[in-house]
T-cell receptor, first 109, second 113 residues
Framework: GQSLEQPSEVTAVEGAIVQINCTYQ??????LSWYQQHDGGAPTFLSY????GLEETGRFSSFLSRSDSYGYLLLQELQMKDSASYFC??????????FGGGTRLMVKP | AAGVIQSPRHLIKEKRETATLKCYPI?????VYWYQQGPGQDPQFLIS???????DKGSIPDRFSAQQFSDYHSELNMSSLELGDSALYFC????????????FGPGTRLTVT
């Protein structure tokens, strides 16, 4: 089985940088994905790490350390529209996703 | 750009009734995934299909069944509905060669009364 742990809630101000951590215990782990979900909306893909290191996509970056079973999502230059829930998810060989509990990010003016 | 289509968007059923949820993947996507998300919960993987064959199976109750058809659309059939089945049901699709990215549909909100 797989389990992923992430903080339940994070608050930050506009323009700031925030890091959302994710630790996992898995079998058959292939990579770590990050998804954003606004209230009532569908999850939207943000980033994926199969190898150790940093992946950068615009204001968002994601990091993975397989040896530490740890990853994080870094959001820079926060905007009000970034207020949402962020899920880390473990991919298996068939790309079945096992999600963490989600981190609710609140961006304040 | 075309997105994943799910129908219906909202469905209200009574206990012990049946429900059928439909998913139309993005054109040329051959893999479909179904997820269930309860209020305030993370999405839970139910089942996936690749080229019309079941690929992975998660925490899908025996009361539920699903299939993928020749046009790649998929249907999730739910019988003997229980109050606890009330949730958002998401379908996601991906092309097999880039399956790490899943494109989610808007979801079907099922309410069982």
């Amino acid at each position: 089985g797989q389990s992923l742990e992430q903080p339940s809630e994070v608050t930050a101000v506009e323009g700031a940088i925030v890091q959302i951590n994710c630790t996992y215990q898995t079998s058959g782990f292939y990579g770590l994905s990050w998804y954003q979900q606004h209230d009532g909306g569908a999850p939207t893909f943000l980033s994926y790490n199969a190898l150790d290191g940093l992946e950068e996509t615009g204001r968002f970056s994601s990091f993975l350390s397989r040896s530490d079973s740890y990853g994080y999502l870094l959001l820079q230059e926060l905007q009000m529209k970034d207020s949402a829930s962020y899920f880390c998810a473990a991919n298996n060989a068939g790309n079945m996703l096992t999600f963490g509990g989600g981190t609710r990010l609140m961006v304040k003016p | 750009a075309a997105g994943v289509i799910q129908s219906p968007r909202h469905l209200i059923k009574e206990k012990r009734e049946t429900a059928t949820l439909k998913c139309y993947p993005i054109p040329r996507h051959d893999t479909v995934y179904w997820y269930q998300q309860g209020p305030g919960q993370d999405p839970q993987f139910l089942i996936s299909f690749y080229e019309k064959m079941q690929s992975d199976k998660g925490s899908i109750p025996d009361r539920f069944s699903a299939q993928q058809f020749s046009d790649y659309h998929s249907e999730l059939n739910m019988s003997s509905l229980e109050l606890g089945d009330s949730a958002l049901y998401f379908c996601a699709s991906s092309p097999r060669d880039r399956g790490k990215v899943q494109y989610f549909g808007p979801g079907t909100r099922l309410t069982v009364t």
